[in-house]
């Protein structure tokens, strides 16, 4: 699959992730990895980059959560900024996807 194609979805992925309530890193990356039958799996470095950049963002926030025995994790959720950005960036999805399907498809002709 392109990279570039990946790349610009990470962030929407990530956010509908968290639409469903606080998580941590690790456990995104795997979310997307099942739902995507292990065709999708983001690399450590693009995965807390783009957490970073959406925090930077103010999409998302963080907290620590204690972990006992091991370093503490920490919580990512999403802000209603994230929210109303993670709406539009699915209808942008939906429009694109109906565009392509047309192109593809050749139903879009004149």
Do not use: C
Request: no cysteine; glycine share 10%; net charge neutral.
């Amino acid at each position: 699959m392109d990279p570039n194609l990946v790349r610009g979805t990470i962030p929407t992925l990530i956010l509908s992730v968290l639409a469903e309530g606080p998580n941590y890193g690790y456990e995104i990356s795997e979310t997307i990895k099942g739902r995507t039958q292990g065709r999708l799996k983001l690399s450590v470095a693009a995965l807390y980059t783009t957490l970073k950049r959406l925090e930077d963002q103010g999409l998302i926030r963080h907290t620590a959560g204690a972990q006992q025995g091991a370093r503490e994790r920490r919580y990512y959720e999403m802000t209603e900024d994230g929210a109303a950005y993670l709406k539009a960036k699915r209808a942008e999805w939906l429009d694109f996807t109906e565009m392509a399907d047309l192109v593809f498809t050749g139903h879009g002709r004149s």
